[in-house]
């Protein structure tokens, strides 16, 4: 299943107004590699990260984004 169509469905299931939670690894949390290199190599490595940029790049196409922060 890839990204676009979870985040399809996400977005199906919400009720009107609803909201959307997601906690992820930022890139100084998990490997920096590419999505390329974690399916050649099969793995990982530990995690996958993602920039502030890109992760608000993907989800700004399905979602109001209402607050956006590192975890403490």
């Given at each position: 299943?890839?990204?676009?169509?979870?985040?399809?469905?996400?977005?199906?299931?919400?009720?009107?107004?609803?909201?959307f939670?997601?906690?992820?690894?930022?890139?100084?949390?998990?490997?920096?590699?590419?999505?390329?290199?974690?399916?050649?190599?099969?793995?990982?490595?530990?995690?996958?990260?993602?920039?502030?940029?890109?992760?608000?790049?993907?989800?700004?196409n399905?979602?109001?984004?209402?607050?956006?922060?590192?975890?403490?």
């Open positions: 299943m890839n990204l676009k169509f979870i985040l399809e469905i996400i977005s199906d299931l919400l009720k009107p107004e609803g909201y939670g997601l906690s992820c690894f930022n890139r100084n949390g998990g490997a920096d590699i590419s999505d390329y290199a974690v399916y050649r190599n099969g793995s990982l490595h530990g995690g996958r990260g993602y920039s502030d940029q890109k992760l608000k790049l993907v989800l700004e399905y979602f109001d984004i209402v607050e956006f922060r590192k975890m403490k």
